[in-house]
């Protein structure tokens, strides 16, 4: 077990690629922006949906 954890420890140090900060800045804006679409996507999708089936009923 000691020997997995300084293992994981080591390739985390000197094997992984990290993102510069102003990269993750930039891809944080991505997410956010891409999830507030989808939401407002859904959201306009469940609107539509509910109408359909008022005016079917």
Same mark, same amino acid.
């Given at each position: =077990?000691?020997? /997995? ?19 993750? @800045?930039?891809t944080t804006v991505?997410?956010?922006s891409g999830s ?8 306009? =999708?469940?609107?539509?949906?509910? @109408?359909?089936?008022s005016f079917l /009923?």
């Open positions: =077990m000691k020997k /997995y954890i300084r293992r994981s420890i080591d390739e985390l140090k000197n094997n992984v690629t990290w993102p510069s900060w102003s990269e993750l @800045q930039k991505v997410v956010i507030v679409f989808l939401a407002c996507t859904i959201a306009l =999708m469940d609107k539509v949906w509910i @109408q359909a089936l /009923y």
